[in-house]
Nanobody, 123 residues
Framework: HVQLVESGGGSVQAGGSLRLSCSASDRANRYCMGWFRQAPGKEREGVAV????????HVANSVAGRFTISKDIAKNTLYLQMNSLKPEDTAMYFC??????????????????WGQGTQVTVS
């Protein structure tokens, strides 16, 4: 298994930027890794995912053009660069992983390893 720990959350004003980090205890290159978010009273939704193999990415339409997912294999760390933040981006952001060398849908149920989350608040 892999343990995931998120960091980098905080409070920012609309239009600002923030970078989230997810530190993995195992080799990040062995997993499809993604970012999800959940606001109170709402279902958890996928934000972005980076795949094993070719390292291609998929970003949700709601954040396309503003958020970028990346990883540093040497550091076993996943990142989410968030720019042009909007109030609707306010949520608890979670790092998730699934050991797979195939593409994994950006659906919460597809991932079996989760971090505790980091809060992002945009005003």
């Amino acid at each position: 298994h892999v343990q995931l720990v998120e960091s980098g959350g905080g409070s920012v004003q609309a239009g600002g930027s923030l970078r989230l980090s997810c530190s993995a205890s195992d080799r990040a290159n062995r997993y499809c890794m993604g970012w999800f978010r959940q606001a109170p009273g709402k279902e958890r939704e996928g934000v972005a995912v980076i795949y094993t193999g070719d390292g291609s990415t998929h970003v949700a339409n709601s954040v396309a053009g503003r958020f970028t997912i990346s990883k540093d294999i040497a550091k076993n760390t996943l990142y989410l660069q968030m720019n042009s933040l909007k109030p609707e981006d306010t949520a608890m952001y979670f790092c998730a992983a699934r050991r797979s060398f195939s593409r994994t849908p950006l659906t919460p149920g597809e991932y079996n390893y989760w971090g505790q989350g980091t809060q992002v608040t945009v005003s």
